[in-house]
């Protein structure tokens, strides 16, 4: 039985064009550059990375990435969406659009927080339906060669 290890990347927050032009149009220069301030710090980094020695180095760029990435975008209504996208190696997994208040992030990030948590679920969920039916898959395999 091998352990697989997986190397994390850091959070990324992505905005469409169309979500940046809506909420300057919305609610002015000034305002949207806070809120998008605000969105992309939604997480505090890791900034102290571990000095790595050239085998590890070596060995991380065959390593399987789990990559988390959060994903802004809007209509044409000027209404706007959180999705999650987790990338594990070769597999996706995202989440369905979840709307949120843009303005509610200039004042408090709690509202914003609770939608990335519920989209967080959502992925969490879609990968527990794929690791059950690959289980399922593997154990019927084994089964039926018996």
Same mark, same amino acid.
């Given at each position: 039985?091998?352990?697989?290890?997986?190397?994390?990347?850091?959070?990324?927050?992505?905005?469409?064009?169309?979500?940046?032009?809506?909420?300057?149009?919305?609610?002015?220069?000034?305002?949207?550059s806070?809120?998008?301030?605000?969105?992309?710090?939604?997480?505090?980094?890791?900034?102290?990375?571990?000095? +790595? &020695? *050239?085998?590890?180095?070596?060995? #991380?760029?065959?390593?399987?990435?789990? =990559? %988390?990435?959060?994903?802004?975008?809007?209509?044409?209504?000027?209404?706007?969406?959180?999705?999650?996208?987790?990338?594990?190696?070769?597999?996706?997994f995202?989440?369905?659009?979840?709307?949120?208040?843009?303005a509610?992030?200039?004042?408090?990030?709690?509202?914003?927080? +609770? &939608? *990335?948590?519920?989209?967080?679920? #959502?992925?969490?969920?879609?990968?527990? =339906? %794929?690791?059950?039916?690959?289980?399922?898959?593997?154990?019927?395999?084994?089964?039926?060669?018996?």
């Open positions: 039985m091998s352990i697989l290890k997986l190397m994390h990347k850091p959070l990324q927050v992505h905005i469409t064009k169309l979500a940046r032009k809506n909420c300057t149009l919305k609610y002015g220069d000034d305002l949207a806070l809120m998008f301030e605000f969105v992309k710090n939604v997480e505090p980094e890791n900034v102290n990375e571990p000095v +790595k &020695t *050239v085998f590890q180095r070596f060995v #991380d760029r065959f390593r399987p990435k789990k =990559e %988390f990435s959060i994903n802004i975008s809007s209509d044409d209504k000027s209404n706007f969406f959180v999705n999650s996208n987790l990338r594990v190696g070769r597999h996706n995202v989440s369905q659009k979840h709307p949120f208040d843009f509610e992030t200039l004042h408090t990030l709690k509202g914003f927080r +609770k &939608t *990335v948590e519920m989209t967080r679920d #959502d992925v969490l969920e879609r990968l527990g =339906e %794929f690791n059950r039916l690959r289980h399922g898959l593997k154990k019927n395999l084994f089964n039926k060669n018996s």
